[in-house]
């Protein structure tokens, strides 16, 4: 019944900028009540999900050392939706990023259901 849907992905210049969005759906039958964190996470074939960033309901962000100063997340609580703006990006930034909506809670018809859910994943590969 829900989805994380991911946008923004693509191929960029090291030292250049792209902007991934993604956006929590729930079918006509359900509704979104609450979300209580939106992360991104990252993972090279062969190496573990690493955590790039996350945003709490409330506004609280934990961020990689990795990635600090350069890629900053944000969210909107009333469109479900969280950004990650990354800026300055190296080589080293290519990866698959899944979102990660944690503890999403929707009501149904047969009551409210809350469950942790990931996105597809978006390919960022950073290469001259």
């Known amino acids: 019944q829900v989805q994380l849907v991911e946008a923004g992905g693509g191929l960029v210049q090291p030292g250049g900028s792209l902007r991934l969005s993604c956006e929590a759906s729930?079918?006509?039958?359900?509704?979104?009540?609450?979300?209580?964190?939106m992360a991104w996470y990252r993972q090279v074939p062969g190496q573990q999900r690493e955590l790039v960033a996350s945003?709490?309901?409330?506004?609280?962000?934990t961020s990689a050392d990795s990635v600090k100063g350069r890629f900053t997340i944000s969210m909107d609580n009333f469109k479900n939706t969280v950004f990650l703006q990354m800026n300055s990006l190296k080589p080293e930034d290519t990866a698959i990023y899944y979102c990660?909506?944690?503890?999403?809670?929707?009501?149904?018809?047969?009551?409210?259901?809350?469950?942790?859910?990931w996105g597809q994943g978006t390919q960022v590969t950073v290469s001259s």
């Open positions: 990660n909506a944690e503890r999403l809670a929707i009501a149904t018809t047969i009551g409210t259901i809350t469950h942790d859910y």
């Open positions: 945003v709490t309901s409330g506004g609280t962000i």
């Open positions: 729930v079918s006509a039958s359900a509704q979104i009540l609450s979300i209580n964190t």
